[in-house]
C-alpha cells in the first residue's frame, strides 16, 4: 500500500515573531513535494503561523492539548482552541512530555481521544529510553503505549491518526537510529497493530523522529514502513529541512 510521506517540524519551546517570519519565508520557498509538510510551533505562535502559511500547502499543528474540552483549566488549551488557528495535528505523548511532565499511557490515550472527537489528528509519539532498548524492551514498551490507546478509543480509530516512533536516546542528542533499525521498529509496530486489525495496520503512517537531519533522511525514507519523519532541531533551520522533505519525495 502507498501511503503518504509526512515530515514534520517540531519547534519546541523555540522562536520569537521575528525569528518565525525568517523561518517561514525560507519554507515558502520549497518546490512542491508529494509529502505531507507540517511544522508545529509552540501555543503564542500559532495564529502568527496559522496566517504566514494560509496561501501555502503547508499544515499547522500544535505541540500539545489538554484532555479536558473546556472550563476551569488554568494554563492549559483545548481542541476548540486550537482548531480556531487552523490546526489539523496535535503531538501527543512525546517523550519530553512523558519524561519531565508525567505523562503516563493512560494520559497520552485520553488526549488521543479527546482530540479524535474533535475532528482533528493526533500524531501519537511512542518510544523506549536507551536503558530500555539495551535491556531488549523496545517493542515491549512501544506495545504498551499502543495498547492504552487501542484499549480506549479502539483499533479502527488508528485509521485517523498518525504515529511517530521515536526512541528517546536519539531525541536531541545527535544519535539516529539507522534506517534498518528505525525499519526493524516500525515493522513490528505495524505487526502489532495487524493483531487487531491488517488492514487499519496498513494504512497507518509511522513517522520516525530523533536527530532526523538531511544527511540521514534519504536512506530513512527507503524503507518500506517509515512513512516520513517528525524532525525536531533540523526544523528550525529553513535549508535543512528543505533538504529533509526533498529526500521524502
Not at 68 to 75: I, L, P, R
Request: proline share 2%.
Amino acid at each position: 500500500m502507498i501511503r503518504q510521506k509526512i515530515v514534520a517540524g517540531n519547534w519546541k519551546m523555540n522562536g520569537s515573531k521575528e525569528s518565525i517570519v525568517s523561518l517561514i519565508s525560507g519554507l515558502l520557498e520549497m518546490d512542491s513535494s508529494s509529502s505531507e509538510v507540517v511544522v508545529a510551533p509552540s501555543f503564542p505562535y500559532l495564529s502568527q503561523v496559522d496566517g504566514l502559511i494560509s496561501a501555502s500547502s503547508i499544515v499547522l499543528a500544535a505541540q500539545n492539548v489538554s484532555q479536558e474540552v473546556k472550563g476551569a483549566f488554568t494554563g492549559e488549551v483545548s481542541t476548540s482552541m486550537l482548531g480556531d488557528f487552523g490546526v489539523k495535528y496535535v503531538l501527543l505523548g512525546h517523550s519530553e512530555r512523558r519524561s519531565l511532565y508525567g505523562e503516563t499511557n493512560e494520559l497520552v490515550a485520553s488526549k488521543v481521544k479527546t482530540v479524535l472527537d474533535s475532528g482533528l489528528t493526533p500524531m501519537l509519539c511512542i518510544g523506549e529510553t536507551l536503558a530500555e532498548r539495551e535491556s531488549g524492551k523496545t517493542l515491549e514498551i512501544c506495545e504498551q503505549q499502543l495498547q492504552a490507546v487501542i484499549d480506549l478509543v479502539g483499533i479502527a480509530s488508528f485509521e485517523q491518526l498518525v504515529i511517530a516512533y521515536e526512541p528517546v536516546w536519539a531525541i536531541g542528542t545527535g544519535l539516529s537510529a539507522s534506517a534498518e533499525q528505525a525499519q526493524e521498529v516500525h515493522e513490528s509496530i505495524r505487526s502489532f497493530l495487524a493483531k487487531s486489525s491488517e488492514s487499519v495496520s496498513q494504512k497507518v503512517q509511522i513517522l520516525y523522529g530523533g536527530s532526523v537531519k538531511a544527511s540521514t533522511s534519504s536512506a530513512l525514507f527507503q524503507m518500506p514502513d517509515v512513512d516520513g519523519a517528525l524532525v525536531g532541531g533540523a526544523s528550525l533551520d529553513a535549508k535543512e529541512f528543505i533538504a529533509i522533505v526533498k529526500t521524502a519525495g
